[in-house]
């Protein structure tokens, strides 16, 4: 049974720095793509950073350039960095994973099977 517990939420004033955690138990982590995806009031879920099971980070054009994802396959537990928050980044942000997922929609949601609870992020 996987299980996923995101943590390092909070708020922050806006230019400020938050790492995310995610910690993964159940699973052969190693062998899973792992993304990070966000969800605000209202709208709908959607793909922020994912990295995949060689390393390649992906990342959604609302955070590339401050926002940078990692794994520690030692620990089983990706981060995502996020520098420079906007406003427009509140959300709860969830972690996801699955083993199988295809390179040309490694941001959509449909493609996770596995979902922590989520951690929320408030930029001000």
């Known amino acids: 049974h996987v299980q996923l517990v995101e943590s390092g939420g909070g708020s922050v004033q806006a230019g400020e720095s938050l790492t995310l955690s995610c910690v993964v138990s159940?699973?052969?982590?190693?062998?899973?793509?792992m993304g990070w995806f966000r969800q605000a009031p209202g709208k709908e879920r959607e793909g922020v950073a994912v990295?995949?099971?060689?390393?390649?980070?992906h990342y959604s054009d609302a955070v590339k350039g401050r926002f940078t994802v990692s794994r520690d396959d030692a620990k089983a537990i990706p981060y995502l960095q996020m520098n420079s928050l906007k406003p427009e980044d509140t959300a709860m942000y969830y972690c996801?994973?699955?083993?199988?997922?295809?390179?040309?929609?490694?941001?959509?949601?449909?493609?996770?099977?596995?979902w922590g609870q989520g951690t929320q992020v408030t930029v001000s």
């Open positions: 159940g699973a052969k982590y190693r062998s899973y793509c």
């Open positions: 990295i995949d099971y060689d390393g390649m980070a």
């Open positions: 996801a994973a699955d083993l199988i997922v295809d390179r040309s929609y490694v941001l959509r949601r449909q493609e996770y099977k596995y």
